[in-house]
């Protein structure tokens, strides 16, 4: 059974900084791409940054210079540090994880529950 399990979300000021993380029980972890997404009411959830099992980090544009998404295959654990923080990163965000690493496509296989990120301003 696979489980994602995100942390290390909560609330911040602007300009401040975040790392979440994501605990993944699945075998394999190594061969798995990962990524993050985030999702405000109303709004579709949209990708942030993803990892590969091998390969380039991709992000979007909003967030290239700020994000830093890494992972740590000996502790089964994807990371996302997330610097200089703005209102409009709050969210929900969401850890996924798939063997294809389809970065913006929403079809990853399996997902986390979320953890809320809220900027104040």
């Known amino acids: 059974q696979v489980q994602l399990v995100e942390s290390g979300g909560g609330l911040v000021q602007a300009g401040g900084s975040l790392r979440l993380s994501c605990a993944a029980s699945?075998?394999?972890?190594?061969?798995?791409?990962m990524g993050w997404f985030r999702q405000t009411p109303g709004k579709e959830r949209e990708f942030v940054a993803g990892i590969p099992w091998s390969g380039n980090s991709v992000y979007t544009t909003s967030v290239k210079g700020r994000f830093t998404i890494s992972r740590d295959n000996a502790k089964n654990t994807v990371y996302l540090q997330m610097m200089t923080l703005k209102p409009e990163d709050t969210a929900v965000y969401y850890c996924?994880?798939?063997?294809?690493?389809?970065?913006?496509?929403?079809?990853?296989?399996?997902w986390g529950q979320g953890t809320q990120v809220t900027v104040s301003s």
């Open positions: 699945f075998r394999d972890f190594s061969s798995y791409a």
């Open positions: 996924a994880a798939d063997p294809i690493f389809k970065t913006r496509d929403l079809r990853w296989d399996y």
